[in-house]
């Protein structure tokens, strides 16, 4: 087995610098395109046959070090009592956000196995599929992340709804936010047993807040979710989008692996996480339009940088973009492990 | 006159904080909504009398300590040769983004008081209405800012264009950059000779950069602009929305004033900055939702960190939101003049 990527989420020594994308399966893809023209999103989320099937795409085009579940962050949330939506132009929409007592009041915590079985049907048939090959990661919206899109009912760009919630009722925003995390440890813990050997943690929102307010309001509520899932065994990684100005908190985590965007130099970013945690990232989705050597050059930079770190995975600092040349894709994980070895 | 927020500028001993606030001419006021519902966006920033009304209305309104002229910052792009339209669902619009050498090579280094005449009638009639009451900020996007715009067509969320052309082709990118930089030093330094009395440059979308590509590809337009503009002998702020991973390449700009977003802690970013610039920010525009207790509590927080900076002027990290209550923002206002003081 290939477990070059669960030994650099535990620091352990590896004979090269594994990687995975986030994304990696997606509309970049001509082979997913071709699987996703015959059905809608979400159906494809819950079709385990066939998101397996889109999961293992990249393994076998790309040749990662890791697959990641097929999945939508908002599956949990559906499954919590609100009706989800996609538009292809607005992306997700809830339909009813919350934004009251009565609104939080509704959400239930949801049993996996009952209320997401396609989440498990579709790990089970991947570990199979897989034969050890690499190792499959589980995933969730971090709570922070889950309770935004809750709140607004879709994407935000200044994230009023939420910030109003946090900042004038904020015994509300708590409550929902820890039912948000019972939710979504419960959800992780379900993925590990149903074979995930690893899970991240999706905070794509958090670089909205003022330091003082991620830690006020979001840290206590991600360091429950890690600690809680930490028993489960398996490593932990906790990815934040536009960290630069939140490291010196999020290093106070508790996951294995901090996966950082691109918008912070991966040097300056180790120094502040210290020595306790290996780091997941960070070269720039759009390096992937680079001519190869140029990219190339990133490529060997951020592993160079990343060997001060107690591990490094090689990623994305955000997910692949849809307009990238999946040769780009290839040549970009083809340099890291020519590149990338930890003598 | 209350020159508190020049001093401010230029490190000087101040009384008091002097405070404004990006886009305190807008959307939440009800005076302004009254002046813009008879007139489409673009024909009132065209219209010197009615741009100098709204000017005016939150120096009274808010007692500020600064007016910023009422513009957009797609103004001198227009006067280049582009379209600009205005949806009030996507926001603004170049008909014809620039994504080829002849595209570059058609774009003209305007003549403001040529093209852009009601500009200068504005700041004219701005400086004998404001009889030395408050100084006037003049104010154009930053050289990256207005470039993305006009590669992207409009707003973005992943800037692919323009880093395709910024990765695809440095040569023509850079000509743009340069070409765009001239534009702004020429408006700018007409903007003070018509009697603007400091001037902003708004970097609103360089936090979209890996902290390399700033240098390599921003910074060296930035520095040119600033230090063309210094020459025309008034305060230079320089603002740079999603700034916590670009500072370190940010304090080598050349001006008087930094303005940070809200991302980050302004005590570190001072830090960072060091010692020979004046700092403006960095209050959460959504703490303006705050009760009034807590959001005073947060003014003050700033103001005592701002007190290790050569200078503090007290702003929001971005601009207000139109949904913003108008009297959080008069007691925003008031509690920077009741706390804010050098000793």
Same mark, same amino acid.
Request: hydrophobic share 40%; aromatic share 8%.
């Given at each position: 087995?290939?477990? !070059? /990527?669960?030994?650099?989420?535990?620091?352990?020594?590896?004979?090269?610098?594994?990687?995975?994308?986030?994304?990696?399966?997606?509309?970049?893809?001509?082979?997913?395109?071709?699987? @996703? =023209?015959?059905?809608? /999103?979400?159906?494809?989320?819950?079709? $385990?046959?066939?998101?397996?099937?889109?999961?293992?795409?990249?393994?076998?085009?790309? %040749?990662?070090?890791?697959?990641?579940? /097929?999945?939508?962050?908002?599956?949990?949330?559906?499954?919590?009592?609100?009706?989800?939506?996609?538009?292809?132009?607005?992306? $997700?929409?809830?339909?009813?956000?919350?934004? *009251?007592?009565?609104?939080?009041?509704?959400?239930?915590?949801?049993? !996996?196995?009952?209320?997401?079985?396609?989440?498990?049907?579709?790990?089970?048939?991947?570990?199979?599929?897989?034969?050890?090959?690499?190792?499959?990661?589980?995933?969730?919206?971090a709570p922070f992340?889950?309770?935004?899109?809750?709140?607004?009912?879709? =994407?935000? #760009? =200044?994230?009023? &709804? !939420?910030?109003?919630?946090?900042?004038? &009722?904020?015994?509300?925003?708590?409550?929902?936010m820890?039912?948000?995390?019972? *939710?979504?440890?419960?959800?992780?813990?379900?993925?590990?047993?149903?074979?995930?050997?690893?899970?991240?943690?999706?905070d *794509?929102?958090a %670089?909205?807040l !003022?330091?003082?307010d991620y830690k006020g309001f979001v840290m206590p509520h991600v #360091?429950?979710?890690?600690?809680?899932? #930490?028993?489960?065994?398996?490593?932990?990684?906790? /990815?934040?989008?536009?960290?630069?100005?939140?490291?010196?908190e999020?290093?106070?985590?508790?996951?294995?692996?901090? %996966?950082?965007?691109?918008?912070?130099?991966?040097?300056?970013?180790?120094?502040?996480?210290?020595?306790?945690?290996?780091?997941?990232?960070?070269?720039?989705?759009?390096?992937?339009?680079?001519? @190869?050597?140029?990219?190339?050059? @990133? +490529?060997?930079?951020?592993?160079? #940088? %990343?060997?001060?770190?107690?591990?490094?995975?090689?990623?994305?600092?955000?997910?692949?973009?849809?307009?990238?040349? +999946?040769?780009?894709?290839?040549?970009?994980?083809?340099?890291? &492990?020519?590149?990338?070895?930890?003598?």
């Open positions: 087995m290939n477990d !070059t /990527f669960l030994k650099a989420c535990r620091g352990e020594d590896v004979p090269y610098t594994p990687v995975w994308i986030m994304r990696q399966a997606g509309r970049y893809l001509p082979e997913y395109q071709a699987v @996703r =023209s015959g059905i809608d /999103f979400l159906t494809l989320c819950k079709t $385990p046959e066939l998101a397996a099937k889109v999961t293992l795409q990249p393994v076998d085009i790309l %040749g990662v070090d890791a697959a990641i579940l /097929f999945s939508d962050i908002l599956i949990p949330v559906e499954a919590m009592g609100m009706r989800l939506e996609f538009s292809d132009k607005k992306g $997700p929409v809830l339909t009813e956000p919350i934004r *009251t007592r009565s609104g939080v009041d509704r959400l239930v915590i949801p049993d !996996t196995e009952d209320a997401m079985p396609f989440v498990i049907d579709t790990i089970r048939i991947l570990r199979r599929e897989l034969e050890n090959k690499v190792p499959l990661i589980g995933f969730s919206g992340t889950l309770t935004t899109y809750m709140i607004e009912g879709g =994407s935000s #760009k =200044s994230f009023v &709804h !939420t910030k109003k919630m946090m900042f004038q &009722h904020p015994g509300l925003f708590s409550m929902l820890d039912r948000i995390t019972t *939710t979504v440890v419960s959800y992780l813990s379900a993925q590990i047993n149903a074979g995930a050997q690893a899970v991240q943690l999706f *794509t929102w %670089g909205a !003022t330091p003082e #360091k429950r979710a890690i600690s809680e899932l #930490k028993k489960e065994g398996v490593p932990v990684i906790y /990815f934040v989008n536009e960290c630069a100005g939140l490291l010196d999020v290093k106070k985590c508790g996951a294995d692996v901090i %996966g950082i965007d691109w918008r912070i130099d991966i040097e300056k970013a180790i120094k502040r996480l210290g020595k306790k945690v290996a780091v997941q990232g960070n070269l720039d989705p759009c390096a992937l339009f680079l001519p @190869r050597e140029r990219m190339e050059d @990133r +490529v060997k930079d951020i592993l160079l #940088k %990343g060997e001060s770190a107690k591990g490094h995975i090689f990623n994305l600092g955000h997910g692949i973009l849809p307009e990238t040349p +999946v040769e780009s894709a290839i040549a970009m994980v083809e340099a890291v &492990h020519k590149y990338g070895g930890k003598q």
